[in-house]
């Protein structure tokens, strides 16, 4: 399995912008269906986006749909998740997830590793 550390969250206000970064290890990297999921107090974790392996096709919720990017650079065993014109209801821990296929999914069981979370935090 993969090894996944997530970093770049933090308070920010309404309207404001974060990057998230998960960074990998292990030599088979780029074999590896991405993704961010994220869980609000008191909710379940919901799917955000995800990437396939390459990076050619990418997936949203409809909450983040054109307010979200995932992206990934292969060579440096990086996602990003950049995040503009958040909103309070984005608040959350944000988990990056890989998956050992070359397509994306969206689904929680789609992902075998996990890392360990970052909070994002919006103030109104």
């Known amino acids: 399995q993969v090894q996944l550390v997530e970093s770049g969250g933090g308070l920010v206000q309404a309207g404001g912008s974060l990057r998230l970064s998960c960074a990998a290890s292990?030599?088979?990297?780029?074999?590896?269906?991405m993704g961010w999921f994220r869980q609000a107090p008191g909710k379940e974790r919901e799917f955000v986006a995800a990437?396939?392996?390459?990076?050619?096709?990418?997936y949203y919720a409809d909450s983040v749909k054109d307010r979200f990017t995932i992206s990934r650079n292969n060579a440096k065993n990086t996602v990003y998740l950049q995040m503009n014109s958040l909103k309070p209801e984005d608040t959350a821990v944000y988990y990056c997830?890989?998956?050992?296929?070359?397509?994306?999914?969206?689904?929680?069981?789609?992902?075998?590793?996990w890392g360990q979370g970052t909070q994002v935090t919006v103030s109104s």
């Open positions: 292990g030599r088979t990297f780029p074999i590896y269906g």
């Open positions: 997830a890989a998956r050992k296929s070359l397509v994306a999914g969206r689904l929680e069981s789609d992902f075998g590793s």
């Open positions: 990437s396939t392996w390459s990076g050619a096709s990418t």
